[in-house]
Structures are given as structure tokens and as C-alpha cells.
């Protein structure tokens, strides 16, 4: 199988700026007191890691060991301080609740927008409209704005739009946890329909049963360090066993 | 390169749609919705026109015309560089949490100001026939220099976007700045007194010669006013300042792009 992702040695570091300046006056000042200091946070530390396409690729740690921070590498957003991160194929990121929904918007809208915020074209999103807000279980609040509803909602809708065209990447950050167990279900039945077509997944969760019961690679992430990367059996129980 | 007109065409019709979502939330409630377009800078340049050529006496023929015709091209360039200015701030929430080419933002706004001029083209052709501007067929050439002005006000956007991003003061400045850069243009005086006023031994002539905005503004006017087509220098230094401003920014943002999303 060829490579879907791959990421090389790659290390993120972020300046973590004891008083953000942001005013050319305050930079002229600090700079001539020499006091311009940042303090480096590095949140992934020389991570190399190949993913196989059709491959269900789970990533589990504990809170700030970098997981997120290896989703947005990944999915483009940031780019990392060294090493690289390459992709083959479409990516649909569902990084965040509603990433790239605006609140004030109905769902007829965002669904739109949020259509040709991932790169698709107007008509298409027109076309898989129903098909959406039907897997969203939204028929009634179509035309409401999205502020009004709740964050489950968000989520299923989030879900559907992210995953209705068969992206070659799909990239799913804890999100899953939200909608009630049915709604779970159904995104777990989706995702194993996506598997089947060889759609690469990669999945983010603190649900270690949700991860065993999908993944068939698990990367375990220590404070930025990858300290085991192996088949699912043998990662996760080491990580249960912590 | 290739890659890079791949990712354009990909995301034009985000472009267009944000543009679009602009224009509604621009006329969303007001009765006249986009006649305001045309209607605000005809009653604009009658209160100018009054104030100026009645009050100030400037010896200008149709005075109306030749402000309106000036301040088309000159807003338009404002209203792009002043909302691009803040675009890739206000761009956050999504730039943190899907990627998409940052470019789209600031081009969002120069693209929109684009759209409302050619809306204001409108009220200039209206004006123009309340004036009696006699008709020459240069007029045909007036999308020469918005082009010009158009690829000028990209490369501006660009740069003032990442500006911004990294010292929120440019923002305030640039308000001021646009305020001086509008009295450096030939909007409401005429062009003759670029050469009547006198600074000691220069003419106000030696500081506007370096404004680009100069340049396009008497362009338009030449063609759709005078019936006269500039001269190969005109032409040389308004395509060398526009391609002069898109490739600074483009370099500008391209180099700085990547770090946007830890300073937003």
C-alpha cells in the first residue's frame, strides 16, 4: 500500500512570549533593552511517522501531549519549525466543533460555505445538500441560525459535511464524544463505510475503546515525543497499563 | 507554480462566494439596496461640487465629473487597502482551524472594493451626462487603468494584511496616512494647482510626482474625460508601480504567511 501520509522529523515549536508585543513601539523598546525574549515551547519533538492509505490511525496521550498540535501539521494549517508533512489526496479535517462554521449563518448556509471553505465547488454542494442535513438528522433546523443550536448539533452537522464526499483523508479530533450513543454509532458505521473505500482516517480520542474498537494503528504521543507507534493491540495496552 | 494556480482555481469559488456574502451584508436592510451604489457618489459629488466650486472657486469645467471620476479610482483603493488591513485578523477563527490559502482574505476585500466601483462607474457615466462631458471614444480604454490600479491595490492589500498581523499600530496610522495620501491626490483641487502652488523653490508637483495614486487618477481621467490617450512613459510608470506593489506583496505575505496563525 503507498504512503497516504507522511511525516518526516518533524519538530513544532512555539514562542511562548512572556507579554505578547504587538505595537511597533513596544518592539522598538523591548528590542533596545534587549528584552525581545521568548521562551520556546516545543509541543512535538522529532516525529516521524508514515501512514498507509486505508488505514485507521488512532493517536492517544495525555492533555497537552501534542496531539492536536500533530492534527494541524497534518492537515496544513501549521506548518512546523522543522521537518516535513506530506499528504496524497484530499483532506477533510474536522479539527474543532463547526471548524469554519459561522455562528450567525443558518445551516443552509454553513454547509454551503462550509463546502467551499474545504475546497469544493458550489453546484456539488448543492447537489449533496439533502443527503447532508438528512445524516445530520437536521430537517427541521435548516433554516435556523447555527448560534441557536446546540453543540451536538453542530457536531452531527460538522460530521456530515466533513465526511459526505469520501475524502481521501479524514482527520477527527475528539469529536466524536459529543452526539448522543446513536449518533456515535452512525459516525463509527460512516467511518468503517469510508475505511471501505479507502479513505484514511485519523483519529484523535480519550475514548480508549473507541480507539480500540476502530484503529488498526495507534501512535502514542508523551509530551511531544512519540513513545510508542505499532499496531493497535500492543499500543494500547500499553498505554491502559501507564 | 503550477501547484499555486491549482490551489486558486480550487478555492475561486469560496472567493466568490465570501465576496458575494460582502455585497448582501453591505445592502442588507436599506429599501434603494444596491441603487445606493450608484446614488451616494452622485450625492457626494454634488455637496463637493457646491462646496468647492462655489465656495472655493476652483476653475475647474465640470467640476462634478472631474471629482467624481478622480474619487472612483481613489476609494476604490482605500476601501480596499483600509478592509484588507484588518481581513487576516478577522480571518482567525478560521485560519486556526482549516486550511485554506490565507491570500483569500485580503484579496476578498480588494475584489469586493473592485465590485463597488464598477458600481460607481454607473453614477460616474450618470454625471457626466448631467455634466454635457462631450463624448470621445478613448472612453472605451477606461478599464486600462483599473486594471493598473486593481494590480497596484492587490500587492498594497497584501502587504498591509501582514503588516498588521505582526503591529496592530499600522492599522491606526493607515488612516491618518490615506487622509494625506488623498490631499497628495488631485481629487478636489485641479491639476493645475499641482503646478501654481509654490514650497519655497519646488511646486507641489515634485512631492506628487512620487504617488502612484497620481498617476491612475489622471489616467482615468485623460481617457474618459479629455479624450486623450497617455503616452508610453505614463504607461510605463503606472505598470512598473502596480507590478513594483504585487510582487513586495506577494513576497511580503508569502514570507510571512506561516507564522499569521501564531499572532492572530
Known sequence: MPNAIEVNNVTMKFNMSKDKVDSIKEYFIKMCKRQLRFEEFTALQNVSVNIEKGDVFGIVGLNGSGKSTFLKVVSGILKPTEGWAKTYGTISPLIELGAGFDMDLTARENVLLNGLVLGYTKKHMKEKFDEIIEFAELQDFVDVALKNFSSGMVARLGFAVATITKPDILIVDEILSVGDFLFQQKCEERIKELMANDTTVLIVSHSIEQIERLCKHVMWLDHGNVKMLGDMKTVCDAYKSM | ?264
Open chain 2, 1 to 264: 507554480m503550477k501547484a499555486y494556480l491549482q490551489t486558486f482555481t480550487r478555492y475561486r469559488h469560496l472567493l466568490m462566494d465570501l465576496v458575494a456574502r460582502d455585497l448582501k451584508v453591505k445592502y442588507r436592510r436599506s429599501a434603494l439596496g444596491f441603487l445606493w451604489s450608484i446614488l451616494n457618489p452622485i450625492l457626494m459629488a454634488l455637496v463637493i461640487a457646491v462646496v468647492f466650486s462655489q465656495m472655493f472657486k476652483f476653475k475647474q469645467p465640470y467640476y462634478a465629473s472631474y471629482y467624481l471620476t478622480g474619487a472612483l479610482i481613489f476609494n476604490f483603493m482605500s476601501e480596499a487597502t483600509s478592509n484588507s488591513l484588518t481581513s487576516v485578523i478577522s480571518g482567525a477563527s478560521l485560519i486556526k482551524k482549516v486550511y485554506l490559502p490565507k491570500y483569500i482574505f485580503p484579496l476578498q476585500k480588494t475584489v469586493f472594493a473592485f465590485v463597488n466601483m464598477l458600481f460607481s462607474l454607473v453614477a460616474v457615466i450618470v454625471m457626466m451626462l448631467i455634466d454635457g462631458v462631450p463624448f470621445h471614444w478613448t472612453m472605451l480604454l477606461f478599464p486600462i487603468p483599473m486594471i493598473y490600479v486593481f494590480v497596484f491595490t492587490v500587492g498594497l492589500s497584501l502587504l498591509l494584511a501582514t503588516l498588521n498581523v505582526f503591529f496592530r499600530d499600522v492599522g491606526h496610522l493607515y488612516s491618518v496616512f490615506i487622509t494625506a495620501w488623498m490631499y497628495l491626490t488631485p481629487l478636489i483641487y485641479p491639476e493645475s494647482l499641482l503646478t501654481d502652488t509654490r514650497l519655497g523653490s519646488f511646486t507641489l508637483m515634485s512631492i506628487v510626482q512620487f504617488n502612484p495614486m497620481y498617476y491612475y487618477v489622471t489616467y482615468f481621467r485623460r481617457v474618459v474625460m479629455d479624450g486623450v490617450i497617455p503616452g508610453l512613459e505614463v504607461n510605463l510608470i503606472c505598470a512598473a508601480c502596480s507590478l513594483f506593489f504585487l510582487v513586495l506583496g506577494v513576497w511580503a505575505f508569502k514570507r510571512k504567511q506561516d507564522k499569521f496563525i501564531l499572532y492572530v
